[in-house]
């Protein structure tokens, strides 16, 4: 039983068709054909004796709470709860498992049969789409209170993009850009290649001390309009890689991601921790 607790989504198979369910409506899906695409995605837990009846009430509570519930849906629900079909296997667990299981069912059932709440807007997806082209390098200029207190207010971060990243959400997916990050030596603003690699130094994330090197790459999710406002553009370029890189053997390409929150924090954090090259 891929359970952990007595609550209808302490179930893997119940979270899985909740996520499923809802990502099929962000995807812009009618209720019908998210219905229709679970069906055809689960017919294996469908027929199963302990799973069928766990994806018929989770189905049909997330329709309910949405104000989307099928009547079949209903139908199937109800017929396994007053059939007490999911409790047989909570016997094993002992008498105050099954007593509290109990309890999260009847409240379900008490749900199914009131008045359903009125439908829920399900926003759509929104997909991430990065601008730059491979080589685009942008300056973005240190303002903040915490450079001034690190002494680094003035200086440029500079940001290489050399790759793209790829991210399936529903049926599309977002598009991320790989970068570099630099630092400029002084407070002028780099314009050529051979200023970008020679006055600018590369930003250190991670040591590793086995290797005695040092992660670099990171994946940036930059949505504040704030930030991106600040980004100018140098020029599109290919810059010298780090020769004290550590390159990771799934296509190098790092864990780590730089998003808008703390965005010149969290770089100053690895300037201070790691130093720069």
């Given at each position: 039983?891929?359970?952990?607790?007595?609550?209808?989504?302490?179930?893997?198979?119940?979270?899985?068709?909740?996520?499923?369910?809802?990502?099929?409506?962000?995807?812009?899906?009618?209720?019908?054909?998210?219905?229709?695409?679970?069906?055809?995605?689960?017919?294996?837990?469908?027929?199963?004796?302990?799973?069928?009846?766990?994806?018929?009430?989770?189905?049909?509570?997330?329709?309910?709470?949405?104000?989307?519930?099928?009547?079949?849906?209903?139908?199937?629900?109800?017929?396994?709860?007053?059939?007490?079909?999911?409790?047989?296997?909570?016997?094993?667990?002992?008498?105050?498992?099954?007593?509290?299981?109990?309890?999260?069912?009847?409240?379900?059932k008490d749900h199914l049969l009131t008045a359903m709440p009125a439908e829920k807007k399900v926003p759509l997806y929104k997909y991430f789409r990065c601008k730059w082209n491979i080589g685009d390098t942008y300056?973005?200029?240190?303002?903040?209170?915490?450079?001034?207190?690190?002494?680094?207010?003035?200086?440029?971060?500079?940001?290489?993009?050399?790759?793209?990243?790829?991210?399936?959400?529903?049926?599309?997916?977002?598009?991320?850009?790989?970068?570099?990050?630099?630092?400029?030596?002084?407070?002028?603003?780099?314009?050529?290649?051979?200023?970008?690699?020679?006055?600018?130094?590369?930003?250190?994330?991670?040591?590793?001390?086995?290797?005695?090197?040092?992660?670099?790459?990171?994946?940036?999710?930059?949505?504040?309009?704030?930030?991106?406002?600040?980004?100018?553009?140098?020029?599109?370029?290919?810059?010298?890689?780090?020769?004290?890189?550590?390159?990771?053997?799934?296509?190098?390409?790092?864990?780590?991601?730089?998003?808008?929150?703390k965005f010149e924090e969290r770089i100053i954090n690895s300037i201070i921790k790691l130093g720069k090259k």
């Amino acid at each position: 039983m891929g359970a952990w607790g007595t609550g209808l989504y302490q179930d893997d198979v119940a979270e899985d068709i909740k996520t499923d369910y809802i990502n099929f409506l962000k995807e812009g899906k009618t209720n019908q054909e998210a219905y229709d695409k679970l069906i055809e995605d689960n017919q294996t837990i469908i027929n199963d004796v302990d799973d069928g009846p766990i994806f018929w009430i989770a189905l049909a509570d997330t329709q309910w709470k949405l104000g989307r519930l099928m009547p079949y849906v209903k139908k199937q629900a109800l017929k396994y709860l007053d059939e007490g079909t999911d409790l047989l296997k909570w016997e094993e667990w002992g008498k105050s498992f099954l007593n509290r299981r109990v309890k999260v069912l009847n409240r379900l059932k008490d749900h199914l049969l009131t008045a359903m709440p009125a439908e829920k807007k399900v926003p759509l997806y929104k997909y991430f789409r990065c601008k730059w082209n491979i080589g685009d390098t942008y300056a973005y200029r240190l303002e903040s209170d915490y450079s001034k207190l690190h002494n680094l207010y003035g200086q440029y971060l500079i940001i290489y993009k050399f790759d793209e990243y790829t991210s399936e959400k529903g049926n599309d997916y977002d598009i991320f850009p790989y970068v570099y990050t630099k630092i400029t030596k002084n407070f002028e603003l780099p314009k050529t290649l051979d200023e970008v690699n020679n006055e600018c130094t590369f930003v250190r994330y991670l040591y590793n001390p086995p290797t005695q090197l040092f992660e670099y790459r990171t994946i940036n999710v930059l949505e504040s309009s704030k930030i991106l406002k600040k980004m100018i553009f140098v020029g599109n370029f290919k810059i010298d890689f780090p020769k004290d890189e550590l390159v990771k053997k799934d296509n190098g390409y790092p864990v780590r991601v730089m998003s808008s929150p703390k965005f010149e924090e969290r770089i100053i954090n690895s300037i201070i921790k790691l130093g720069k090259k």
